[in-house]
């Protein structure tokens, strides 16, 4: 076995700013008057050719003034974070059916429903709070299902496991709604009162027999025919999901294919029957909602829309583009094409979180100008020409985050920021005032009056009325009463005026993983989190954990013996874009012909050097789950001491 470093890289708090003087150069410290006008002038430069990454873990007040600094200072909708990388497929489906990309349920209603579908999620390791809440629900009777490529500890707590192939969620999906069609289980009366095109839908799904289901999906007819009359004969249920459906190059279809199966049986809008995606950052839900998106202003009010434009080109004094931005992954792609030539990014780290990572370092060094506002040197900020420090959002910052269930909750100042730290807000106001915007805001809750004043959903939440409730969900347009805990009730209105828009089913087909698995190829290699560590790893790698063992490349028993491998012992992993030197570790939730690995340590193992930026089309969100990989053994290595 070979000796390797297994003492994970920290990363020291940034405490004042920092400039390069040329590319060549070492960063130098700067004041903060020349940071800025070096970013001032980098941006001036850069108006028609300039891209913001807002942040999924700053507060809703923060990512609302990115957004009016992109629009309004540098007159571009290109802006977008990393809810592009996670679940924008879950927006772009749920705002396809329903007209709004939200989760449609509270975390509450999962404690008092009959059945859960966890559904590409390892919720217990990736989304431990709610997890709770499902335990609950499970001690309160509810029977859960797990649909997991692993099987993993999310579904050890679970009735049944549904162990499929990567990649097959669409056939799987299918299956099981011609199961509950063909078993006479369709709630008929609310897919004629609530529903478009179930005939079509119908047709679409009738070829997924069972028996084809368990040729495509691996999993046996019997289980999802379990599924399927369980899911349907329930009183309420919800289907939750994560990760595992989102990061596919057709994530959007995925998404859809699931919200079908809510249409067919009425688990929507309804208290304890609904549809949950689960985010990952603590607030993902909140920099959507806030119009740090290139398709929606606050609010989620459609940018193509003339007469939410006219509101806020009012409020903000400036013309609004008429048309959408750049999404997350187009803007990477302009930067190969030269028309994106800056980009301002806070508090992401690209360089290490999206597919295909040595492309995007590549593109992020071609720019003509990086700037980058954060709390740690990160890997990409290690490429910017300018880095400013700002404070962390969840304990140094006044404001609110939003999460899964859409509940705004006040966030406070708990420490005081180190050495000349500024506040994200508070940088970004200098730097529009020096590029001739005088922005001035008292505090967060001026900036959050705002957005109230401008967000129907929002106008009801006062940060008095925030702090006494202990958090509000949207929408909640009254400041006198409360909205209930699930969305689209109308769908149930006897009045079809009231009712509305019919929620459409998906009309979506299976497409496998771009990347095939082959004689060179030929391990399918999974991604996803563990309990211990965050993301990129530059926040939790800092702190110890009794559970941490580093980045591994894991394997079930039957493929460590078939290559020769133990568990330790480091091997090359190689997809079709590059290759990384990883331990083997051995573990029983995998099955044949199936990896895992996780992006926790990018600085030891960078796993993202092997996955395809092959991406969704709606959503612009990459097959981070569905690599080809091979394993090779490596020469012994004799060590002298």
């Not at 915007?437 to 009801?460: F, K």
């Not at 012992?569 to 939730?589: F, K, N, Q, T």
């Amino acid at each position: 076995m070979r000796e390797r470093d297994r003492i994970p890289k920290t990363y020291t708090r940034l405490t004042h700013p920092l400039v390069r003087d040329s590319r060549d150069e070492p960063f130098r410290r700067a004041s903060w008057d020349e940071a800025l006008d070096r970013t001032a002038r980098g941006l001036a430069a850069a108006r028609g050719s300039f891209g913001m990454f807002s942040c999924a873990r700053a507060t809703n007040e923060m990512n609302y003034v990115a957004q009016k600094f992109a629009r309004v200072v540098m007159g571009t909708n290109n802006v977008d974070s990393c809810n592009r990388t996670c679940h924008a497929p879950s927006v772009a489906g749920l705002s396809a059916a329903f007209g709004s990309g939200g989760g449609t349920s509270s975390y509450e209603e999962i404690e008092h429903t009959d059945v859960i579908v966890m559904w590409g999620s390892n919720a217990r390791f990736a989304h431990p709070i709610f997890f709770q809440h499902a335990l609950r629900g499970v001690r309160n009777g509810a029977r859960m299902y797990a649909v997991d490529p692993r099987r993993t500890s999310t579904a050890e707590w679970a009735e049944s496991w549904l162990g499929l192939n990567v990649g097959t969620d669409i056939p799987m999906a299918h299956a099981v709604g011609r199961e509950i069609i063909h078993a006479g289980l369709a709630n008929e009366a609310f897919i004629e009162r609530a529903t478009s095109g179930f005939e079509e839908y119908r047709q679409l799904v009738e070829p997924w027999t069972l028996s084809l289901a368990q040729k495509v999906t691996g999993v046996p007819a019997a289980a999802i025919r379990e599924l399927a009359h369980a899911y349907a004969r329930a009183e309420r249920a919800q289907l939750c999901w994560t990760l595992g459906i989102t990061e596919h190059h057709n994530g959007t279809d995925n998404v859809r294919a699931l919200i079908n199966l809510s249409l067919l049986t009425g688990h929507v809008g309804r208290y304890g029957s609904g549809l949950q995606p689960l985010r990952g950052q603590n607030n993902v839900q909140g920099g959507g909602d806030m119009g740090a998106i290139p398709n929606r202003l606050p609010g989620f009010q459609d940018i193509l829309d003339a007469g939410s434009r006219l509101k806020f080109e009012s409020a903000w004094d400036t013309v609004i583009q008429p048309h959408y931005g750049l999404t997350l992954t187009e803007m990477f792609e302009a930067m190969e094409e030269g028309s994106l030539r800056a980009v301002y990014c806070i508090g992401e780290n690209p360089a290490q979180s999206e597919a295909d990572s040595e492309q995007a370092v590549r593109r992020m060094r071609a720019l003509d100008f990086l700037v980058v506002q954060d709390i740690f040197l990160t890997k990409t900020a290690e490429l910017a020409d300018v880095v400013l420090p700002a404070t962390a959002g969840w304990a140094e910052t006044e404001g609110t985050t939003t999460n899964s269930e859409r509940r705004v909750q006040r966030v406070r100042r708990a420490v005081t920021p180190p050495g000349e730290a500024r506040e994200d807000i508070d940088i970004l106001c200098d730097l529009a005032t020096r590029l001739g915007h005088d922005w001035t805001y008292a505090d967060s809750e001026a900036v959050w009056n705002e957005l109230r004043s401008l967000s129907p959903d929002h106008h009801g939440m006062t940060y008095d009325r925030l702090e006494r409730l202990q958090g509000i969900q949207w929408p909640c347009p009254s400041a006198d009463a409360l909205e209930p805990s699930y969305l689209h009730g109308r769908l149930w209105e006897p009045d079809p005026a009231r009712r509305g828009v019919r929620a459409p089913f998906g009309l979506v087909r299976h497409d496998p993983p771009v990347d095939l698995t082959d004689e060179r190829y030929p391990i399918r290699l999974t991604t996803g989190r563990r309990l211990d560590s965050y993301n990129t790893g530059v926040q939790s790698g800092s702190f110890a954990s009794p559970l941490r063992r580093g980045e591994y490349i894991e394997l079930c028993p039957e493929d460590a013996e078939r290559h020769g491998v133990v568990v330790g012992e480091e091997v090359r992993v190689a997809s079709r874009r590059g290759s990384v030197v990883a331990p083997v570790w051995i573990d029983l939730a995998l099955r044949p012909g199936l990896a895992f690995m996780t992006m926790h340590f990018p600085d030891e193992v960078d796993t993202n050097q092997l996955t395809i930026e092959a991406n969704c089309p709606i959503a612009g969100t990459a097959e981070f789950k569905a690599s080809a990989i091979r394993i090779e053994k490596l020469p012994a290595v004799t060590y002298v001491r």
